[in-house]
């Protein structure tokens, strides 16, 4: 039990103690304190992963978790106004009399603001977007007020014999080439495609669920050829044995394949490295090594892949879908090294992690495709919120598309097409079309995926704007 004191016994004292301390700012802190008081440099650190600059720098990602402290690079001395507040009131430990403002300042080269003070304008005449720089103090303070504040740019001298350079043709402040503009423009018209892929197949989809689903290499070959002239782009295939039966013999697999090919050259043909239930790790990939696509599928996590009643939950085939580390990281390198395009396929925020930390060696080459599966049971079932957190954090320069299964399908697919993803359909994943009545063919479903992205303003790609587009080396 405390005791208890009354004042009358005490002894009071009134008055002010002061207690001077200084504090370390930390090992990146202190990096960017003293190159911003010593070289009148502002340095960030950038992510390798995802290439996202920090200002004010930081240890770590904050989107893949990536170490990021000793990867510095320097940043712009200028750049606008994205937010802004008026101080009206005054208070000691101000660094101004009132009123003054406090503005979020991105910089050239960074994608993160820092907040600092805006001087040399009045707060009625600073407007969201204003173009400002860094004006640094005339000796050193040994923290941010190493610079002073920042003021609005002032305009550069354009001589006689310059040329003016408008706002539109400056990147990083400084004027373009005409290959950089073409290339800025030739991106800003691919915005505007979509790829759309017809998975013809599956491992599990059969012809009593829905006749055109093909077994035999020249059924694959005429879906693939239909799929095309509807508007697809793209095809994935698992191949089959004429029962129907999946397989990852090498022969069958490369006859269907070329099969596509003869029939229709400009199609992409991707394979899947799933194969079947059952197959090893070898047999998965050595088929893809052995055909050498142009794209494959890298599937992410070991999960639960099976087969259960929707209505009542009874399990009818129950299966463990292995991808390890090791497997993820193997049949990740064996594809770069053979020059076929890893499409990674993603089931949850697990795998997508999966993929960042494997991706950490080095070895994915830009740009990067991702896939978002819904709907199996054993991943997610789709859902718009998780979409976006999945939209949100693949590296912002990178590709994804979507598929559902069954019912789940379109909403996916026209979710991702809104969003500037990529649209997957085919008897694979569902063998309606959205009326409820079985498709006609994966062809079908293609034709509404193109009547989906028309209504939402886009085209769709052919495949050699969607090699441009995923970074593939036509073959």
Not at 224 to 231: D, I, N, T
Not at 373 to 387: C, I, N, S
Not at 394 to 406: H, W
Request: with cysteine; glycine share 6%.
């Amino acid at each position: 039990m405390a005791l208890e004191y009354d004042k009358k016994d005490c002894f009071i004292v009134e008055g002010k103690l002061a207690l001077p301390y200084s504090y370390f700012a930390g090992r990146v802190g202190s990096t960017f304190i003293t190159t911003l008081r010593d070289k009148k440099k502002i340095m960030g650190v950038k992510c390798p992963v995802c290439n996202k600059v920090y200002l004010p720098p930081r240890q770590t990602c904050e989107r893949d978790l990536t170490d990021i402290r000793d990867n510095w690079v320097e940043v712009q001395p200028a750049g606008e106004v994205i937010n802004f507040t008026v101080v009206r009131y005054d208070d000691k430990y101000l660094p101004r009399k009132a009123p003054f403002v406090m503005a979020l300042i991105k910089l050239d080269g960074a994608d993160t603001p820092i907040v600092h003070i805006l001087d040399g304008v009045s707060p009625e005449e600073v407007v969201i977007g204003m173009k400002v720089e860094a004006v640094f103090s005339s000796s050193p303070t040994n923290n941010i007020l190493d610079i002073a504040h920042f003021a609005p740019k002032k305009p550069e001298k354009v001589y006689v014999s310059q040329r003016k350079v408008s706002a539109k043709e400056k990147e990083g402040g400084q004027p373009i080439s005409d290959e950089q503009k073409l290339k800025q423009e030739r991106r800003k018209e691919m915005s505007k495609k979509v790829i759309i892929t017809a998975a013809l197949s599956g491992a599990a989809t059969m012809k009593n669920q829905n006749q055109a689903v093909p077994y035999t290499p020249q059924e694959f070959a005429e879906e693939s050829y239909k799929c095309y002239k509807a508007g697809a782009a793209m095809i994935h295939v698992h191949a089959r044995e004429d029962n129907g039966m999946p397989t990852h013999d090498h022969k069958r697999i490369k006859d269907t394949h070329d099969a596509i090919k003869e029939k229709c050259p400009e199609l992409i043909v991707n394979l899947s490295s799933a194969v079947g239930m059952g197959k090893t790790p070898e047999q998965r990939i050595s088929q893809i090594l052995y055909v050498k696509p142009e794209i494959a599928s890298l599937n992410t996590n070991t999960m639960n892949f099976s087969i259960v009643d929707r209505k009542t939950g009874k399990v009818f085939i129950d299966f463990i879908f292995e991808n390890t580390f090791t497997m993820l990281q193997d049949f990740g390198k064996a594809m770069e090294e053979n020059n076929i395009k890893p499409e990674v396929e993603v089931y949850d925020l697990g795998g997508l992690d999966n993929w960042f930390l494997i991706a950490k060696q080095g070895f994915f080459t830009k740009p990067y495709n991702f896939n978002f599966v819904w709907g199996v049971a054993g991943g997610m079932e789709f859902r718009p919120d998780m979409f976006m957190v999945m939209k949100h954090a693949v590296p912002e320069d990178a590709n994804f598309t979507t598929c559902g299964v069954g019912t789940e399908q379109f909403p996916a697919v026209t979710l991702s097409c809104m969003v500037g993803g990529h649209m997957r359909v085919g008897l694979e994943d569902n063998i309606r079309i959205p009326t409820g009545e079985l498709a006609k063919g994966s062809y079908e479903q293609v034709e509404w995926a193109v009547k989906i992205a028309q209504i939402l303003g886009k085209e769709p790609a052919t495949p050699d704007e969607a090699r441009e587009i995923m970074g593939i080396k036509k073959q």
